[in-house]
């Protein structure tokens, strides 16, 4: 399923309807996950899984007005990404970073925004706590029970901080963790 996503992003992302369709099914879930971290314009948010549509960057940069740094390993995503937000005037605020998020050492970064397709999760939150500042807010986006088998997830053995429930088809929850 996630590369079907994947192939599909790429596909859509110099499409403009379907890339603000494709944006505006995201925006209630970033809004939940805004208040969820406290995420404010001070903040600099690592999006990691930005995909070729990064629609999380996009939001995080329009209602907050947060730095973005948008991740991803894939450097088609990451061209096509870049060159579609130039293309709508969409680029502000938002870096692009082509990086395995379980493995490089981000840059300094109070907060960060997991996608749905990223893997492996515990061990990106293994990552992600050990390089985040101290009060470091880390959202993960949780797939629904349905969709355990398409999407990693993280188990119960790393208890979070807070809970957001999502009404996405896929997604089931976002839930938060604080470096601490």
Request: overall charge neutral; glycine content about 4%.
């Amino acid at each position: 399923m996630t590369n079907t996503f994947q192939s599909w992003e790429k596909m859509c992302c110099n499409i403009t309807p379907l890339f603000k369709l494709y944006n505006m099914l995201y925006s209630k879930v970033v809004k939940k996950e805004i208040f969820l971290g406290s995420l404010s314009k001070n903040d600099v948010i690592l999006n990691i899984g930005c995909g070729a549509i990064p629609f999380t960057a996009v939001h995080l940069s329009s209602i907050i007005g947060a730095k973005v740094i948008a991740v991803d390993k894939d450097e088609e995503a990451i061209e096509k990404a870049s060159y579609t937000l130039e293309k709508h005037n969409l680029a502000d605020n938002i870096e692009f970073v082509k990086a395995d998020a379980s493995e490089f050492a981000p840059v300094s970064f109070t907060a960060s925004i997991v996608a749905l397709q990223v893997e492996p999760k515990e061990k990106i939150l293994d990552n992600l706590l050990s390089h985040g500042e101290n009060g470091a807010r880390i959202i993960f986006r949780q797939p629904r029970d349905v969709f355990k088998t398409q999407y990693d997830y993280i188990s119960k053995a790393y208890p979070p901080d807070a809970v957001v429930s999502q009404s996405m088809k896929t997604i089931d929850k976002s839930i938060l963790y604080i470096k601490k």
